[in-house]
């Protein structure tokens, strides 16, 4: 079995470990960006605590896969290089403490990522109801990592009990990615029937799109090596965290760079005018006509308009 994990002669950790630094590259220009939309682009709208928290467990994540793989193959060839099956041997051992952090990174990270999707679900649909599928999902994702951690400590490795982790993982970011979308969808959709002045929702909508359909893909290749070929899902599975940093990251950024784009058009709306006032004019000394005229309160504040299939409601106080 160790042979069809690592590949011959160790090839499998090798390949990971140089598609993993290119991936991990792209995560952390991504994780940047995110944290500077985050906290630097937001106006004058509160920190997304919530948000900030995930992207930073992500590159965590991503960042520790990386430096334990690193250590891994290192102490692999320098001192198992003499050893009769070689450096393999030494990757093929799941059972060592190095080896079981990483892979309970992988499960953390991937429990971080389908936990960031349902919240947004939720968000977007503000109903306890329509996340209980996910959720339920959510749940056996985590009872799957706790499995399979139990299973490599005891040195039982399962091929089945990956496929099981991977596909409820799958069902799991589907059914949220798609619910999520049709969100999206319907309320851009209803906005364009009754001309609404805000911007459309479409952007958003292929990001989430493109986001779920690469996640998905990297999770069916992941699923289609474990049956066919091992050490494809080693490489695979190394490269998931950073996949699933950089995936959200791109939602995290085109969100908040939608954000601050509809802010600044609707701030363009907004204006206030100055209070005028018209003093006493003396006309006509003789006769003493004066005429008073005074507007008070006279400020605008587009803010508090909304424009609704065509009627502008307001509230001006205006005296005269």
Not at 65 to 70: E, V
Request: include cysteine.
């Amino acid at each position: 079995m160790s042979n069809l994990i690592a590949g011959d002669d160790a090839t499998a950790p090798i390949v990971s470990l140089g598609l993993l630094g290119i991936v991990y590259g792209f995560s952390v220009c991504l994780f940047g960006t995110t944290v500077w939309v985050l906290l630097f682009q937001r106006g004058d709208r509160k920190i997304n605590a919530p948000m900030l928290i995930a992207a930073v467990m992500l590159w965590i994540f991503s960042t520790c896969r990386m430096f334990i793989g690193f250590a891994l193959t290192i102490d692999a060839f320098v001192n198992h290089i003499d050893e009769p099956l070689g450096p393999e041997i030494a990757l093929s051992n799941f059972a060592g403490s190095a080896a079981l952090l990483d892979n309970a990174v992988y499960g953390m990270a991937t429990l971080v990522g389908d936990a960031v999707v349902i919240y947004r679900c939720y968000v977007v649909w503000d109903r306890f109801d329509i996340i209980v599928l996910p959720t339920m999902g959510w749940c056996a994702s985590f009872a799957m990592v706790a499995w399979i951690l139990n299973s490599l400590a005891q040195s039982i490795i399962d091929p089945n009990q990956g496929l099981i982790l991977y596909a409820t993982t799958l069902s799991t970011n589907l059914l949220a990615t798609v619910l999520l979308a049709f969100r999206l969808w319907r309320a851009d959709r209803d906005a364009q029937k009754i001309n609404s002045p805000h911007g459309s929702l479409q952007p958003l909508l292929i990001v989430v799109m493109e986001s779920g359909a690469l996640y998905t893909i990297m999770l069916i290749l992941a699923m289609v090596s474990m049956l066919n070929f091992l050490a494809m899902e080693f490489v695979v599975n190394t490269i998931l965290p950073a996949m699933i940093s950089i995936t959200f990251s791109m939602i995290f950024i085109r969100v908040g760079l939608f954000r601050n784009q509809e802010h600044m058009q609707y701030n363009r709306r907004s204006f206030p005018l100055s209070n005028l006032e018209f003093k006493d004019l003396n006309l006509d000394s003789s006769n003493q006509i004066s005429s008073t005229a005074t507007m008070e309160n006279s400020t605008v504040n587009m803010k508090s308009f909304q424009s609704l299939g065509g009627h502008l409601t307001g509230s001006s106080n205006c005296r005269v």
